[in-house]
């Protein structure tokens, strides 16, 4: 089993910065691609931004050139930089994980706990 645990949400003004942090622990063999999601209430989940582990990355073009997706292979750590908040970015922030415990086991989505970002205008 994989675990991911966000962390980094909060209150912030609009055109104000704000860093996540999504650690996986567990049995991880290998973790493939890690993801940010946002979910607002009344909404669906929609993909924020997206790192293979070769580093490859994608974004969503609401946050592009806002926000910034790194990951530590070492420490099994994904991060998201966003700067220049929006009141439109409020939302509970999800990290996500295509990852697998075993070089014979096909991998597995695995998601955190979430945590919120509002950005007040």
């Known amino acids: 089993q994989v675990q991911l645990v966000e962390s980094g949400g909060g209150l912030v003004q609009a055109g104000g910065s704000l860093r996540l942090s999504c650690a996986a622990s567990?049995?991880?063999?290998?973790?493939?691609?890690m993801d940010w999601y946002r979910q607002a209430p009344g909404n669906q989940r929609e993909l924020v931004a997206g790192i293979t582990i070769g580093g490859s990355t994608n974004y969503a073009d609401s946050v592009k050139g806002r926000f910034t997706i790194s990951r530590d292979n070492a420490k099994n750590t994904v991060y998201l930089q966003m700067n220049s908040l929006r009141p439109e970015d409020t939302a509970a922030y999800y990290c996500?994980?295509?990852?697998?415990?075993?070089?014979?086991?096909?991998?597995?989505?695995?998601w955190g706990q979430g945590t919120q970002v509002t950005v007040s205008s």
């Open positions: 996500h994980a295509e990852a697998t415990t075993d070089i014979l086991v096909p991998t597995t989505d695995y």
């Open positions: 567990g049995s991880i063999f290998r973790i493939d691609v």
